[in-house]
Nanobody, 116 residues
């Protein structure tokens, strides 16, 4: 059975940093593209970033380029999202997803709130 679990969310002031983690088990992690999404209140879920199975390619939505960095450790079945220079508009539930072909596995999400 596949489990995808995010952690690391919380309350942070504008300009601050957080690092999200996502551990995926029950699958061959090193074969999966890993993606981060987020959903703000009243808005649709949106793509944030992704990383290829062997870390040779990364992608980001324009609104986070230069502030967020995605990385992964295949030995630990973990993908990370380092978020710097956080803004109030980054407030959302952040979700991790493991993708390989038609297989997609979502985590339950972790709340990130950027506020004074």
């Amino acid at each position: 059975q596949v489990h995808v679990v995010e952690s690391g969310g919380g309350l942070v002031q504008p300009g601050g940093s957080l690092r999200l983690s996502c551990v995926a088990s029950g699958l061959t992690f090193s074969r999966y593209v890993m993606r981060w999404f987020r959903q703000a209140p009243g808005k649709e879920r949106e793509y944030v970033a992704d990383i290829s199975a062997n870390s040779d390619m990364e992608g980001y939505v324009d609104s986070v380029k230069g502030r967020f960095t995605i990385s992964r450790d295949n030995a630990k079945n973990t993908v990370y999202l380092q978020m710097n220079s956080l803004k109030p508009e980054d407030t959302a539930v952040y979700y991790c997803r493991a993708d390989m072909g038609v297989d997609h596995y979502w985590g339950q999400g972790t709340q990130v709130t950027v506020s004074t």
